[in-house]
């Protein structure tokens, strides 16, 4: 059971990333998926949520319009995609699973490193 970030990388102020979060040994589709990042030495910030049904969508403050959250449950993937991207969007970003059930279920990637500077 794991969650695969890639898409990380280096890019310049004004670019745009897509990263994408692989689920295997479970099912995608009945957890809602979210995005966090961290900067070293602070706390982790949640950048976006997506329901499990693909009906909602939440997103901090200092993203919303810059980044778009989404799901194809049919492979077992979230994507969170970043335009306009800003030196103070650098952190690790790293995907979650959550679903709330008689016990809740939780995994986490492993992150993936966004770094943007000219």
């Known amino acids: 059971v794991q969650l695969v970030e890639s898409g990380g990388g280096l890019v310049q102020p004004g670019g745009s990333l897509r990263l994408s979060c692989v689920a295997s040994?479970?099912?995608?589709?009945?957890?809602?998926m979210r995005w966090y990042r961290q900067v070293l030495r602070k706390e982790r910030e949640l950048v976006a949520t997506i329901s499990s049904d693909d009906r909602s969508a939440e997103y901090a403050d200092s993203v919303k319009g810059r980044f778009t959250i989404s799901r194809d449950n049919a492979k077992n993937t979230a994507y969170l995609q970043m335009n306009s991207l800003k030196p103070e969007d650098t952190a690790v970003y790293y995907c979650?699973?959550?679903?709330?059930?008689?016990?809740?279920?939780?995994?986490w990637g492993q992150g993936t490193q966004v770094t943007v500077s000219s």
């Open positions: 040994g479970f099912t995608l589709s009945r957890y809602d």
């Open positions: 979650y699973a959550l679903r709330i059930a008689t016990t809740n279920y939780e995994y």
